[in-house]
């Protein structure tokens, strides 16, 4: 069974930065894309990033050089590191898995995930 665990949350002021975790079990990481989505309250839930099966990232143009992904395979946990955060990055944030048997595993999509974790607020005051 698939599960996704996140933790990490909190709030932090502007400027400010948080490490997301997502302890994963029941898959390895060489069979899925992991991906860091998040739903502000009205809003569309979106994808922050992802973390292909080979390990390349995809960042969204929004978080482009403030976040990174990383993995560590030995504890099946993936990271989002998030820095310089803005009141605008307030949101429950997902961490995501999908397997994708029909792409090159440098491949990992910003939405259409299977699997979801139950989320973490991330509140940035101004």
């Known amino acids: 069974e698939v599960q996704l665990v996140e933790s990490g949350g909190g709030l932090v002021q502007a400027g400010g930065s948080l490490r997301l975790s997502c302890a994963a079990s029941?898959?390895?990481?060489?069979?899925?894309?992991i991906g860091w989505l998040r739903q502000a309250p009205g809003k569309d839930r979106e994808g922050v990033s992802c973390?292909?099966?080979?390990?390349?990232?995809v960042y969204a143009e929004f978080v482009k050089g403030r976040v990174t992904i990383s993995t560590d395979n030995a504890k099946n946990t993936v990271y989002l590191q998030m820095n310089a955060l803005k009141p605008e990055d307030t949101a429950v944030y997902y961490c995501?898995?999908?397997?994708?048997?029909?792409?090159?595993?440098?491949?990992?999509?910003?939405?259409?995930?299977?699997?979801w974790g139950q989320g973490t607020q991330v509140t940035v005051s101004s």
């Open positions: 995501a898995a999908v397997a994708l048997p029909d792409y090159g595993p440098g491949y990992c999509p910003l939405g259409g995930y299977d699997y």
């Open positions: 029941g898959f390895t990481f060489d069979d899925y894309a």
């Open positions: 973390i292909a099966p080979d390990g390349s990232p």
